[in-house]
DNA sequence: GCAGGCTTTAACCGAGCGGTCAAACCGATC
DNA sequence: GATCGGTTTGACCGCTCGGTTAAAGCCTGC
């Protein structure tokens, strides 16, 4: 690539200022961020976030849309490839773990905002939703539609799962003693995944 | 009661205080909650909170420390009623469901923290810490030592199983449609987690 | 009724926040 | 080399934050 476009060029910064603040809200919460902290980790002058993102809250905003779309595509791809209903439902928990995986901060994002009543709740509600429904389909057949069994109770059940691996891990270091992010954990809790998903399919089949 | 001992008149505007600041902290977060907003809550003048409690950060970790005596209080009670392992398991899952169920603010002080990195991080590091080795206890000769199907990942399952009902309920709303915390919505989860423990219990017996 | 010690208050402080703005800068185009 | 529009900057604004302080209020024992 020789000269770059101007398109691109113009958006150098405002990605560079994306980047600092993904990992500054990721790290420690869109709270305890200030704008001046975002400027400084992108290496630009304060006003330049404004002039690019016009206000701390829509920064936030692209930081969050950009996980979604990137997270949606994943999950997507995971659904569409074929098989049967196991093995579909397998790897669409797979999916989920492995881009919480590679996206660490994501997870914390989401529950930051869960649980302080963010400013964006709304699009973690849409995209929450939006994962229970795909839940709800991959179990269509095998999962009463009511009661304890029903697959929203799996859906939290399971993302509880998967998401308090990644959430947790801070706190639980003392006891895990190894780290939870090393490549031999990520691979053993991915085994417990695969174990739950058969035993709770089983169990379903059993009842 | 006729006249009140000194003592309790001098904790009464204190308890005001405290109460205030669990109800705010609990349901906006830490950061989002300003002293000027507890000593409004609690209906007295800001500077009586630093009186009491000489700063933000110690006030919040008197409400923190409320909860978490009480936390391994019932815990501690459902783990030494007698009862074969099963039965005792099933009693520490449902004793940790049930406290969560009647304080639903503590869940979402202790994600704050976890997620936020909070001032007392420590105090729910150690108190998940302690959570955990009793699983371990509870789980001890059925669950391996190692692998995907020790201990620890069950704790992190189950936990999370328990933990994001609560949490996951604001973002949830749309796809429930009943309300999370009405008495069958409760009584429905509880079922669902009684036949979770079951099912693992009998995944891990099986494996 | 007044002296003395908790309790409660209004007023204040320095710092940091999100956000604005006018001016400087800079690379094209003529 | 003048001009012009999109960048980039430093200085600044109003506001709220956590925290302090000096004085007022108030109860109690004498």
Redesign the interface.
């Known amino acids: 690539m020789p000269a770059k476009p101007a398109e691109s060029k113009r958006k150098e910064k405002a990605a560079l200022i994306l980047a600092a603040a993904d990992e500054l809200f990721g790290?420690?919460?869109y709270?305890?961020v200030s704008v001046r902290d975002v400027a400084q980790g992108a290496g630009v002058n304060k006003a330049l976030v404004f002039y690019y993102f016009g206000s701390k809250e829509e920064l936030f905003g692209q930081v969050l849309t950009r996980y979604y779309d990137a997270h949606r595509k994943a999950l997507q791809d995971a659904l569409e490839a074929p098989g049967d209903l196991d093995e579909r439902f397998r790897r669409l928990v797979d999916a989920y773990f492995d881009f919480m995986a590679s996206n660490i901060r994501f997870a914390?994002l989401v529950?930051?905002q869960?649980?302080?009543?963010g400013p964006h709740?709304g699009l973690?509600?849409d995209n929450?939703?939006e994962l229970?429904?795909w839940t709800e389909h991959a179990l269509a057949g095998i999962a009463p539609k009511d009661?304890?069994?029903a697959a929203?109770?799996m859906f939290?059940?399971i993302?509880?799962?998967v998401?308090?691996?990644f959430?947790?891990a801070?706190?639980?270091?003392?006891?895990?003693d190894e780290d939870h992010l090393s490549e031999e954990a990520m691979a053993?809790?991915r085994?417990?995944l695969?174990?739950?998903v058969?035993?709770?399919v089983?169990?379903i089949r059993d009842?």
């Open positions: 790290e420690q919460g709270d305890a914390r529950q930051q869960i649980v302080g009543a709740l973690i509600q929450l939703c229970e429904r009661g304890p069994l929203r109770h939290v059940t993302s509880g799962a998401i308090n691996y959430t947790y801070p706190a639980l270091g003392p006891v895990w053993e809790r085994e417990h695969h174990w739950l058969r035993v709770l089983q169990g009842a």
